[in-house]
Each structure stands twice: as structure tokens, then as C-alpha cells.
């Protein structure tokens, strides 16, 4: 919601008046197809293609709407998915076994679909899409099943797209030297259009969607490198010293860094926001540190690319062997003393020493003819959308901003996930589609058609930003932001009759366009008649306010909130973990409740004591009480040690706090509920002056009551004590605890299993709920939720481990602070925020080995680390520049010197038009 009330924030509202506006236009101008294109339109001809450059024609404005209205339609899942969807959003819920069972199925498909290929040149398009391909189908997955022992293998996948990013658009611009302003924003356009519309539509910020600023970023870098003094970039070794002074930069800048990172992007700001929570310096520092060098390797892999090519065929034999061995050797180093590092170590190596898989990846790839002559085309297919895939799947696969998942079918993950899948997939096809043909219709090559389109484009952002920021500050509904449509809609069309009428071919156009405009204008008066006729008065305002913030903590909906959650397993982080297994798979639990009014979470060591400062708690009931009164103290003093002598299983304890001298905490032993009942006899009469008892017992009433109804008769008169104490009891919160599941087959005699079976303790649960009892206790904590899907924990079939009964000993303390909302409130007096600093990623000893091997690269002119280089040396071979570089050159030089401006081709855009994590166009002529 946003700050000033309403559900939708002001860019969220400019997006609905944009596409609103459009779908209005779009319905007319599909009526003027419908009915005049058969006879007046097409004409017999063919019809146009819709990536055809906008020109105000009648074709245009139906392209560009039918575009536009997908395109919204797109943004308006997004909003469902994330808002207002059918289903709860599920939890993330991480198997090792299924995780890897989806990859051996994809993997075994990709295989299926292997088919042989005619470009066998070096890291050819049909190659790169399907590198890119199964990548990106890792790092969805990893997405999708929290998946953190991959979290290496994923960081090693981003370095390579953004190395991507440096190979492709240094090709281009060293082939083409086209550095004009069309083509940068095209290639903008393709970075930033999906990016900036799902920004806009859900409220959140740029550095959220990382991946889109980065590899603008990076684009930047590679754009003014080749831009600035540009005629050396054909000369021989005046773009390799150029690109080393490159390299000092982002050694100064990221490596020593200096505090020079924090001047130059101090525009970003420091402030907490989503998707920076220690405010966007840091978050950006942190991002590019992590892959500060990728792009710059990927420039000197396109440099040196033509002689990469010759290097592969000059090596054969000898030089190809050793070159492979050495190769291999040093990937395994990596495999074997950088990959296995815990995620926060690996984190602060990967940017120096990642260009070693990357860099082994495409030397084995590419190894021979053979090896290059097959790709997978499932996989190409996939990589031709990995920037629709990357966002989407914040929004339509996942959800909560990649933090949930979206649930289809509840309770069936795996058909949800196939359906979420599918629909996933789909959605980010057309999104890729729809992106590139609206580039190209509001920018296209013809530069004069590109500016006019541009600037209109940037007229109309203008109008609706001015717009919804009036609408903005009187919170409007969506009923008011669609009647504000139909005044768009009718400026709009009054502007094209008046202006363009050009585009009416026929009478019939004409005739509907007035039409349009007339039932625009009604449906326009008619909304503001009724929002001025059923517009809520300020008091009806003020009282649903009210209504949505009263505090509903105490309510039965949110105690019986507290019971309810479910297990999520989970890798464990501490270094400890890490060091002694190879992975460490945990639980936690998480609380179904979604209720901000009902304030139920796990509660922090400080924050308990804040809340029983002082105060007296007493735990009583059986074994199980027992434990959760163990693990009670445990999370308010973390060097608690649990007394586990014989006395202490059947005996009363005592806790006082050191950090409390009022605090303490009292186990009584009652294994049964006449037990219980003598205790509260004493605990209320005596006037003890605890704030909270904490009560359960049933086990041991089965197994020697040996009846249901022994039980209800023993809970009936623990309710008259407690009615009788009742006045005495009003400072004192009292809390059952429901038997937690019972494992039948595991209990240990045989008279257990008959009298304290799970059937027989779900009969003597339901018996309390019916008696009176339960109507004297304030909360109820059922048991069952946290244990029941660790019904292999008991050995005995009745004790779980520690973490069953610290959920529990949470729940407790919930169903007490939710009688008391000051107690949950939120301190009014915030900490002073203190951004994170940056420099935490900078080594300037890895930074100028980094700058090192660069080097080498550079001026051995070899791609593959000087590796290539040394091999061919050692065997009395070397690379022939002329041959690699020099018709090229002259061929650049000769076009550049005779070059006039070409007749403009209007062309629809192709699939891999613009990728900026492809080989471009440049690539394929080096």
C-alpha cells in the first residue's frame, strides 16, 4: 500500500493511465480494422509487419496499441500475481534429491534435443544461446528452490553474462564504430523497457531488478571506452594500452577503491530502500565488486578474438594437448580450493578468480570442429529470453519480489510447479517479443523517424507522470484512475482528428472514430457523476480507517493463528556447518499468518526480555512442558544449561535470570490434571504473582486414567479451580499446550501403544477443547502443527528434539504478548540508520593479480589467459597477426573512409537483435 493510503503508488498509477488510455484506443482501432482493412486498408496487398517503424499511419496506431495492450496485459499479471491473487503465496521449500532430479530431466531432454549445426566458428550465436540457456535455467531453479549449495556455481553463471556484455558490445562497436545516439538507446531500450515498466508497476526501485543497472553499467563502460579517441581502436597496440588504462581504473576505482566508488556513485543514495537495505551505494558496490572485472576480460577476449579463432587450428596436435592439460589443471585448483568456500568467503575471491571457469568452459566448448559442430536446441531456445526470464520471475514464477512462490495448485508442488512454469515461460516470450517489436517501431534504424518517436515518447511520459502525480495526493480508487482513462482516451483521439487526420482512409474510419469520441465523453461525465454522487464522505473515510488498523491481536482468528505454520528446510550458514560437511541441510519454521494486525513471529532474545522484564513465569504440566520450559529459558539466556539429572525429570525447577534479578521462571512437575490442578490451587491462591502459567498434561492421564471420560472429569474440576480463583487470576495469563503428535509405532510398551496411541490422544485433545477448561485459558497452543512433520524425531514416540519445543516455547510467548498490544508495538523511536560502508570487496593484492593477467592478455594477444600463447611457444608456433587482423582492418578503415549515409532498410527485428548478453552483429565479422 502506499504511504498515502491508497493501494497504488504514483508510478503504479501512471502505468494503469498509460495502459488504461491504451486499451481504450486499442478496442477502436480493432473496430477500424475489423471493419474497413479487408476492403479499404490491405487493399489486396500484404499487410505490414509490426515491427515497421511508427509513422502515424492507420496501420501504425493498430500495431503499436495491439502492442502496447499485450504489453499491459502482462504488467496487469504481474500486479495479480503479486497482489490479488486466487491462492496464499507458498513458501520456499528446498529438497537436494528433487532439486537435482528436475536438473537430471532437463538436462536429459537438452541431450534429446542435440542437433547438429553449420557455424562452427568460435562461440557462434546458435553456441552463446545455448550457454546462455542452460545457465540461466541453474539460476531460475536456484531461484525457485532456494537452492543455496549452488549459490557458487550461480555467482560463476552471472560473471559470465556479464563478461557477455563485454564481448558482444566490443565487437559491435569495433566492427560498426557506430557510437551515435540511436544505437545507444536502442541498446538501452532493450535493457531497460521490461525493467522500468515492472519497476513502475509494482513501486519498486532500479537496483531491485540489479542485473538491468548492471549490465547498463558495463554497456556505459564498453560504449565511451570504444567511443573515446576511437581512431586507435584498429591500430595494433593503441586500443590494447587503451584498454589497460581501462583496467588501472577499475583497479583505482573498485580495488583500492579509496572512497573514490562512494563519490562517483553518491547520486544513488544511502538511504534504505526495497532492494537495498543498506542503501543503494553499498548494494551497487557490492553487485559490481562482485563482477568488476567480467566485462573488461570479455573486451579482451573480443580484441584478441580473431586470433582465438587461429589458435585452434594452429595448435593442433602438441600445442592443443599441453594447452588442455594446463588448462584442466587449473580449473581443478579452482575447483578444489575457491569453489567449495562458504558463500560470505567465496563472495570476496569471485571477481578475481571466476574468469577461470568462464575461460576453461569456452576452451573445452570449443576444443575441436566436432565439439563445436552440436548444440542443444531446447537449451537455445531458453537462452534467447534469459533478461524476460531473469525479471519475470520476480513477479509471475515467484512472488513477494522472488521471495515466495506462486501457488496455482495448493498442496500439489509439483503440479504447481509444472503449471507456474508454463505460464512462466509463456509470458516471458511474449514479453521478449513485444519488446523487440516495439523498439522497433519507436526505434528504428531511420534516425529522423527514431528522434520524432523519442521525443513524443518522452512528451507523453511527461503528461502521464503530471498526471499521476495529481492523482497521487487525493489517493485515488481504481474506479477513479479508469474514468481518468476515458479523459486521456478523448484528448487523444481530439488530437489525432485534429492533427492527423491523414490517417482516416475512408469514411468508415471517421464515422467510428467519432463514435469513440462521443462515447468517451458520456463514459467520462458518467464517472464523474457517479464518484461525485457514491464518493465516500470524509467520516466513512476515517471510520474504515480505523476499522483496517484496529489491533486484532487478542482476537480468536489470531491466537488460533499461532498454532499454524509448517517446516522449511534450509542450509545452514555458520561457518561451523560449513567446515564439517560438505552440506548441511536444517529446518525452520515459519508462520502461516499473513495478518499484520496479527503480529505472531519468532522473538529475539532481546525482545523477550524487554517483554518479561521483572515479571514471574511458572511452566507446569508433564515431560513435554518440561521441555518447552528448557527451551523457554534457552532463547532468553542463550548460556542456559538444561539440568539433565535423573531428579531433575520428575522434580520442580527454578531459573533466576543474571541479567534480571526479578526474573525467574519455575517448572512445576504435574504429569496428570489433578497434579495441575493443585498447582494452580497454590499458584493463584497464594498470590504468587506470575504473569504467565503455561500448562498441559494428558500423556499420563491416558496411560492411567485409562479412559476419555476419567479426563473430562478431571478437566472439569481444574475448570472450577480456576472460575473460583477467577478475580485472582486477572494479572495472570493462562496458556495450554496441546500433546504434540504422538508415533504410535514407536512408543515403547505395549501398554502404551494401547492407551497412548495418536488415536487415543486426538480423543483426549478434542475432550479438552469441549470441556470447560478450555474456555478458562486464555490461549491455546496446539502441538500437533510443529511436530507433525517430524514424526521421525521420537525415538520413545512422544519426545522431539529441541527445535519442536523452542517453536513451541515461541508460540507460548506469543499467546501471551497478543493479550498485551504494547507489548508487540513497534518502538516509536527508531536507531539512527548508519549505511553500510563500502570497501569490505576491495583486495588491491587479488585486484592487481586481476590487472596482472589482464595484462598478459593483452599484449600476448591471446584470449585463454597467455595459456594458448605459451603453448604454441613452447612447440615453435605463434599467432599470425597479419593474417587474423589486417584485411579486417583495411576493410574497416575503407568502409569508415568512403562511408555516406545508407538508404534506410526497414527490417523486422530479428531474434537476436540488440541481446546485450549475445554476440551482436560486430561479432560475427571478426
Given at each position: 500500500m502506499a504511504a498515502n493510503g491508497t493501494e497504488f503508488g504514483m508510478t503504479t498509477i501512471m502505468v494503469i493511465l498509460l495502459f488504461g488510455t491504451n486499451f481504450f484506443l486499442y478496442v477502436l482501432f480493432q473496430l477500424i480494422k475489423y471493419f474497413t482493412r479487408a476492403s479499404e486498408v490491405v487493399a489486396g496487398g500484404k499487410e505490414k509487419k509490426m515491427s515497421k517503424p511508427f509513422v502515424g499511419t492507420l496501420d501504425c496506431f493498430v500495431n503499436l496499441t495491439t502492442e502496447l495492450f499485450w504489453t499491459g496485459l502482462i504488467l496487469a499479471l504481474t500486479y495479480i500475481c503479486e497482489n490479488h491473487w486466487f491462492f496464499e503465496h507458498s513458501q520456499k521449500s528446498y529438497s537436494r534429491d528433487l532439486?537435482?532430479?528436475?536438473?537430471?530431466?532437463?538436462?536429459?531432454?537438452?541431450?534429446?534435443?542435440?542437433?547438429?549445426?553449420?557455424?562452427?566458428?568460435?562461440?557462434?550465436?546458435?553456441?552463446?544461446?545455448?550457454?546462455?540457456?542452460?545457465?540461466?535455467?541453474?539460476?531460475?531453479?536456484?531461484?525457485?528452490?532456494?537452492?543455496?549449495?549452488?549459490?557458487?556455481?550461480?555467482?560463476?553463471?552471472?560473471?559470465?553474462?556479464?563478461?557477455?556484455?563485454?564481448?558482444?558490445?566490443f565487437s559491435f562497436f569495433y566492427m560498426k564504430r557506430d557510437f551515435g545516439w540511436l544505437r545507444m538507446f536502442q541498446m538501452l531500450w532493450r535493457l531497460n523497457f521490461s525493467c522500468i515498466l515492472l519497476m513502475w508497476t509494482h513501486g519498486n526501485t532500479?537496483?531491485?531488478?540489479?542485473?538491468?543497472?548492471?549490465?547498463?553499467?558495463?554497456?556505459?563502460?564498453?560504449?565511451?571506452?570504444?567511443?573515446?579517441?576511437?581512431?586507435?581502436?584498429?591500430?595494433?597496440?593503441?586500443?590494447?594500452?587503451?584498454l589497460l588504462v581501462l583496467g588501472i581504473l577499475i583497479y583505482i576505482i573498485w580495488d583500492i577503491n579509496g572512497g573514490i566508488f562512494d563519490i562517483l556513485f553518491a547520486w544513488l543514495g544511502t538511504d534504505s530502500v526495497i532492494g537495498a537495505k543498506s542503501g543503494s551505494v553499498w548494494e551497487y558496490y557490492f553487485r559490481t565488486s562482485l563482477d568488476h572485472w567480467?566485462?573488461?576480460?570479455?573486451?579482451?577476449?573480443?580484441?584478441?578474438?580473431?586470433?582465438?579463432?587461429?589458435?585452434?587450428?594452429?595448435?593442433?596436435?602438441?600445442?592443443?594437448?599441453?594447452a588442455s592439460v594446463i588448462m584442466g589443471t587449473v580449473t581443478i585448483y579452482w575447483l578444489v580450493y575457491y569453489y567449495p568456500l562458504e558463500k560470505m568467503q567465496y563472495n570476496l575471491n569471485h571477481s578475481y578468480f571466476a574468469i577461470i571457469p568462464l575461460t576453461s568452459y569456452i576452451f573445452f566448448r570449443n576444443v575441436t570442429p566436432g565439439v563445436r559442430s552440436y548444440i542443444s536446441m531446447s537449451l537455445h531456445d531458453l537462452g534467447k529470453t534469459t533478461l524476460e526470464t531473469y525479471l519475470l520471475q520476480h513477479h509471475i514464477w515467484l512472488t513477494s519480489n522472488a521471495k515466495t512462490l506462486l501457488t496455482i495448485v495448493p498442496d500439489h508442488p509439483w503440479i504447481n510447479f509444472a503449471l507456474a512454469s508454463?505460464?512462466?515461460?509463456?509470458?516471458?516470450?511474449?514479453?521478449?517479443?513485444?519488446?523487440?517489436?516495439?523498439?522497433?517501431?519507436?526505434?528504428?534504424?531511420?534516425?529522423?523517424?527514431?528522434?520524432?518517436?523519442?521525443?513524443?515518447?518522452?512528451?507523453?511520459?511527461?503528461?502521464?507522470?503530471?498526471?499521476?502525480?495529481?492523482?497521487?495526493?487525493?489517493?485515488?480508487?481504481?474506479?477513479?484512475?479508469?474514468?481518468?482513462?476515458?479523459?486521456?482516451?478523448?484528448?487523444?483521439?481530439?488530437?489525432?482528428?485534429?492533427?492527423?487526420?491523414?490517417?482516416?482512409?475512408?469514411?468508415?474510419?471517421?464515422?467510428?472514430?467519432?463514435?469513440?469520441?462521443?462515447?468517451?465523453?458520456?463514459?467520462?461525465?458518467?464517472?464523474?457523476?457517479?464518484?461525485?454522487?457514491?464518493?465516500?464522505?470524509?467520516?466513512?473515510?476515517?471510520?474504515a480507517a480505523a476499522?483496517?488498523?484496529?489491533?486484532?491481536?487478542?482476537?480468536?482468528?489470531?491466537?488460533?493463528?499461532?498454532?499454524?505454520?509448517?517446516?522449511?528446510?534450509?542450509?545452514?550458514?555458520?561457518?561451523?556447518?560449513?567446515?564439517?560437511?560438505?552440506?548441511?541441510?536444517?529446518?525452520?519454521?515459519?508462520?502461516?499468518?499473513?495478518?499484520?494486525?496479527?503480529?505472531?513471529?519468532?522473538?529475539?532474545?532481546?525482545?523477550?526480555?524487554?517483554?518479561?522484564?521483572a515479571?514471574?513465569?511458572?511452566?507446569?504440566?508433564?515431560?513435554?512442558?518440561?521441555?518447552?520450559?528448557?527451551?523457554?529459558?534457552?532463547?532468553?539466556?542463550?548460556?542456559?544449561?538444561?539440568?539433565?539429572?535423573?531428579?531433575?525429570?520428575?522434580?520442580?525447577?527454578?531459573?533466576?535470570?543474571?541479567?534480571?534479578?526479578?526474573?525467574?521462571?519455575?517448572?512445576?512437575?504435574?504429569?496428570?490434571?489433578?497434579?495441575?490442578?493443585?498447582?494452580?490451587?497454590?499458584?493463584?491462591?497464594?498470590?504468587?504473582?506470575?504473569?504467565?502459567?503455561?500448562?498441559?498434561?494428558?500423556?499420563?492421564?491416558?496411560?492411567?486414567?485409562?479412559?476419555?471420560?476419567?479426563?473430562?472429569?478431571?478437566?472439569?474440576?481444574?475448570?472450577?479451580?480456576?472460575?473460583?480463583?477467577?478475580?485472582?487470576?486477572?494479572?495472570?495469563k493462562l496458556v495450554w499446550m496441546q500433546p504434540t503428535v504422538v508415533v504410535t509405532d514407536r512408543l515403547v510398551t505395549e501398554e502404551k501403544r494401547q492407551y497412548m496411541s495418536e488415536a487415543v490422544i486426538q480423543k483426549h485433545r478434542g475432550a479438552f477443547l469441549a470441556s470447560p477448561a478450555a474456555a478458562a485459558f486464555d490461549t491455546i497452543i496446539d502441538g500437533t502443527k510443529a511436530s507433525a512433520t517430524k514424526s521421525s524425531k521420537p525415538v520413545d514416540g512422544i519426545h522431539y528434539s529441541d527445535d519442536v519445543y523452542e517453536v513451541i516455547a515461541h508460540m507460548v510467548s506469543n499467546g501471551y504478548t497478543l493479550h498485551y498490544p504494547a507489548l508487540t508495538a513497534k518502538s516509536t523511536v527508531k536507531k539512527?540508520?548508519?549505511?553500510?560502508?563500502?570497501?569490505?570487496?576491495?583486495?588491491?593484492?587479488l585486484g592487481a593479480l586481476a590487472l596482472g593477467l589482464a595484462t598478459i592478455m593483452l599484449f600476448t594477444i591471446d584470449s585463454f589467459l597467455g595459456i594458448g600463447y605459451l603453448s604454441l611457444l613452447l612447440f615453435g608456433r605463434s599467432y599470425d597477426w597479419e593474417a587474423a587482423y589486417g584485411a579486417m582492418h583495411r576493410k574497416i578503415l575503407d568502409e569508415e573512409g568512403g562511408k555516406s549515409e545508407p538508404p534506410v532498410v526497414h527490417r523486422e527485428v530479428s531474434e537476436g537483435d540488440l541481446e546485450n548478453d549475445a554476440l551482436l552483429d560486430g561479432k560475427t565479422q571478426l
Open positions: 532439486f537435482i532430479f528436475v536438473l537430471i530431466l532437463f538436462f536429459a531432454y537438452a541431450w534429446y534435443t542435440i542437433k547438429p549445426i553449420h557455424d562452427l566458428s568460435l562461440l557462434g550465436r546458435e553456441q552463446t544461446e545455448e550457454w546462455k540457456g542452460w545457465m540461466q535455467f541453474i539460476f531460475l531453479l536456484y531461484h525457485y528452490f532456494h537452492a543455496e549449495e549452488v549459490y557458487n556455481s550461480v555467482r560463476v553463471m552471472i560473471t559470465c553474462y556479464v563478461w557477455m556484455t563485454g564481448f558482444g558490445n532500479y537496483i531491485l531488478y540489479y542485473i538491468c543497472p548492471m549490465h547498463t553499467f558495463y554497456f556505459l563502460v564498453v560504449y565511451c571506452t570504444m567511443y573515446v579517441w576511437s581512431s586507435i581502436n584498429t591500430t595494433k597496440w593503441g586500443i590494447r594500452f587503451k567480467s566485462t573488461f576480460f570479455g573486451m579482451i577476449f573480443a580484441l584478441n578474438f580473431p586470433l582465438a579463432e587461429q589458435y585452434f587450428r594452429k595448435a593442433e596436435g602438441p600445442p592443443l594437448y599441453f508454463w505460464l512462466f515461460m509463456t509470458v516471458s516470450k511474449e514479453l521478449y517479443r513485444v519488446t523487440m517489436s516495439l523498439r522497433g517501431m519507436v526505434m528504428p534504424d531511420d534516425k529522423n523517424i527514431a528522434w520524432t518517436n523519442t521525443m513524443g515518447m518522452g512528451a507523453i511520459l511527461a503528461v502521464l507522470y503530471a498526471g499521476a502525480y495529481i492523482m497521487f495526493s487525493f489517493s485515488p480508487s481504481l474506479i477513479e484512475i479508469i474514468v481518468a482513462c476515458f479523459a486521456l482516451s478523448l484528448v487523444v483521439l481530439l488530437y489525432i482528428n485534429y492533427s492527423a487526420r491523414h490517417i482516416y482512409e475512408s469514411q468508415s474510419c471517421r464515422t467510428w472514430t467519432n463514435r469513440a469520441i462521443v462515447a468517451l465523453a458520456l463514459a467520462f461525465a458518467g464517472g464523474i457523476f457517479l464518484q461525485m454522487t457514491f464518493h465516500p464522505t470524509p467520516e466513512d473515510t476515517a471510520v476499522a483496517v488498523a484496529k489491533y486484532a491481536g487478542n482476537s480468536p482468528e489470531c491466537l488460533g493463528a499461532i498454532s499454524q505454520g509448517h517446516w522449511v528446510e534450509t542450509r545452514c550458514d555458520t561457518e561451523k556447518d560449513a567446515a564439517s560437511t560438505a552440506y548441511c541441510q536444517s529446518a525452520k519454521w515459519v508462520w502461516d499468518n499473513a495478518d499484520p494486525k496479527c503480529p505472531i513471529k519468532k522473538l529475539a532474545t532481546s525482545k523477550l526480555r524487554s517483554i518479561y522484564q515479571k514471574k513465569v511458572l511452566f507446569a504440566g508433564d515431560s513435554e512442558v518440561r521441555n518447552v520450559y528448557h527451551q523457554f529459558i534457552s532463547i532468553l539466556d542463550p548460556d542456559y544449561k538444561q539440568n539433565m539429572s535423573a531428579l531433575a525429570k520428575h522434580g520442580n525447577l527454578h531459573y533466576s535470570a543474571a541479567f534480571d534479578a526479578k526474573l525467574s521462571v519455575d517448572f512445576a512437575w504435574a504429569p496428570m490434571v489433578h497434579n495441575l490442578t493443585s498447582v494452580m490451587r497454590t499458584a493463584l491462591r497464594s498470590n504468587a504473582g506470575y504473569s504467565l502459567i503455561a500448562a498441559g498434561a494428558s500423556y499420563w492421564d491416558a496411560l492411567q486414567g485409562k479412559s476419555v471420560p476419567y479426563y473430562q472429569k478431571e478437566l472439569g474440576a481444574l475448570a472450577a479451580e480456576l472460575n473460583a480463583n477467577a478475580a485472582a487470576r486477572n494479572s495472570t539512527p540508520y548508519v549505511p553500510k560502508a563500502t570497501g569490505s570487496m576491495s583486495f588491491p593484492y
